[in-house]
């Protein structure tokens, strides 16, 4: 396809799931509340590149209702848009990403059918805003059911065996099944180290926050940390006009190799969750303990101002206000700034999401079942949630809270127990397909006596008596 337009790309991809007899006809027998009250097979909280991938799996399977809820506005879901701020995708732009294995649902049919193949040859990595125009298209040409504006105050399960969404502003929701796909983090918060409490807060923030550059302009500007984030937040400031940029990193030196780059192939996509709990956590904590290296054109973005200074061996060790700015500490003596950037990552605290109080209490993390091996100890791998093969979460205690089997996380704490399949674009499809497999077939067995009595039932004949001749039967 070569700069055909949208609209012959949508018909090419309505050809191509008509081939395949897509989606698969509806098949779970629609569920009422004893008041009467709609009930959703499944519900989904997040409408970003996961929420989608997800929703997109479960219509292609026959799962006909299902809501994705996202408390953003049209356009603003996820971080593409928001609190992401690199130039271009880190991926290679061939990915095919959450496409199900569908060539007309790609980026790349999206990109070619209005700009051509030469323009695709062309393009080195994927500019980021364009990768959230893929995914505002995805979302229509797919007829996935978003609501925007759509927040969920308590996730509430009931007795009849169904789960509540309390809403923000509205009615409550009920769910059969309901899917976290809520982000880096949506089962916690961005990590912020305790030394920030003690300053206020206009002196600095997370780099997960929104954050006015503009007015850090001729302003002393320092980012905590070496990743990724650290280097595109420095880089933002520096292009708003900040007056000096120091980055402050705790290890001697930049990690400059991406393990799990190293052996990405289909195995690990589908033999990851199948390994000993033992190697699972050995893979991860060995790839942690490399760290992933901030990529090569966001690093050179930064290191291309002559007012931007890298301090390595340098960990920000205490922060306090003076001289109506702050002062970092560190090994290397002390930094006087105006504001600070910590782009220190996320952590899985479940407490801290009043959306899930009722059930944060009977979650079981790994902690609570897999001693940490020595040498190997990691507070993030052991607050990661033991999750099923079906992405549900388990319960600490058996019997205590039965709904968990019925809540699925899938979103970025499920790597320890899924392997990288739920934030990435790599996996992105293998994941939400695993997801929906898992779902159909528990949804499935919940209704078995309803489907054996539609065998039952069924009575349309094969044969309608005429197929073999009178004198020939009776001979």
């Known amino acids: 396809m070569s700069g055909t337009g949208l609209p012959a790309l949508e018909a ?35 409408a970003g590149m996961a929420g989608l991938a997800a929703a997109a799996a479960l219509r292609l399977d026959g799962v006909e209702r299902v809501q994705v809820l996202d408390r953003a506005a049209p356009g603003q879901e996820g971080p593409w848009v928001t609190y992401a701020r690199m130039e271009t995708l880190r991926s290679p732009k061939g990915l095919a990403g959450p496409a199900l294995g569908l060539p007309s649902l790609t980026f790349r049919a999206f990109f070619e059918a209005q700009h051509g193949r030469p323009a695709w040859d062309a393009l080195g990595k994927i500019p980021r805003g364009q990768w959230m125009d893929y995914l505002n298209w995805y979302r229509r040409a797919m007829a996935l059911p978003v609501r925007n504006g759509a927040a969920v105050s308590l996730v509430r399960p009931r007795a009849d065996g169904l789960i509540a969404l309390e809403m923000e502003g509205g009615p409550d929701l009920l769910c059969r099944r309901l899917v976290l796909a809520s982000g880096r983090d949506g ?31 001729g302003k002393r500007v320092g980012v905590v ?12 400031a520096l292009e708003a006009g900040a007056r000096s940029l120091d980055l402050f ?36 904590h060995y790839a942690g303990a490399a760290q992933t290296p901030p990529p090569r054109d966001s690093t050179m973005r930064v290191s291309r101002h002559p007012h931007a200074r890298l301090h390595l061996a340098c960990p920000v060790e205490g922060l306090r206000e003076e001289d109506g700015g702050i002062v970092a500490e560190t090994p290397q003596g002390p930094f006087a700034l105006d504001f600070i950037i910590f782009a ?24 609570d079942r897999f001693p940490q091996p020595p040498g190997q100890e990691s507070e993030e791998l052991a607050t990661s949630p033991d999750l099923a093969p079906d992405f549900s979460f388990q319960e600490k205690v058996a019997g205590e809270c039965p709904a968990l089997a019925r809540i699925h996380a899938f979103n970025y704490p499920a790597t320890l127990s899924h392997g990288k399949l739920t934030g990435d674009i790599p996996a992105i499809s293998a994941g939400a ?3 929906s497999r898992g779902i159909c077939a528990s949804l499935f067995v919940e209704d078995r006596e309803t489907h054996f009595k539609r065998l039952v039932a069924y009575d349309t004949p094969e044969l309608l008596g005429d197929e073999w001749p009178e004198r020939e039967a009776a001979a």
Not at 17 to 27: C, D
Not at 255 to 284: C, E, M, Y
């Open 249 to 284: 990193v705790r290890r001697p030196a930049l990690p400059r190799v991406n393990k799990f780059t190293g052996i990405g192939s289909q195995g690990v996509v589908h033999g990851f969750a199948s390994l000993p709990d033992a190697w699972k956590w050995r893979f991860l």
């Open 12 to 46: 090419r991809l309505r050809q191509d799931l008509e081939f395949l007899e897509l989606p698969a006809k509806p098949w779970v027998p629609e569920r009422r509340a004893d008041d009467g009250a709609a009930v959703s097979d499944v519900a989904i909280i997040g």
């Open 433 to 435: 397909q695993r997801l």
């Open 344 to 367: 220190t990552g996320f952590r899985v605290a479940l407490e801290e999401r009043p959306e899930l109080a009722l059930i944060a209490p009977h979650i079981r993390l790994w902690r």
């Open 187 to 217: 089962l916690g918060a961005h990590f912020v180290p305790e030394m920030a409490q003690g300053v206020d807060r206009r002196f600095w923030a997370h780099s997960r926050e929104e954050i006015d550059f503009a007015s850090l302009r």
């Open 225 to 236: 940390g070496a990743g990724a984030s650290a280097m595109d937040n420095a880089a933002t």
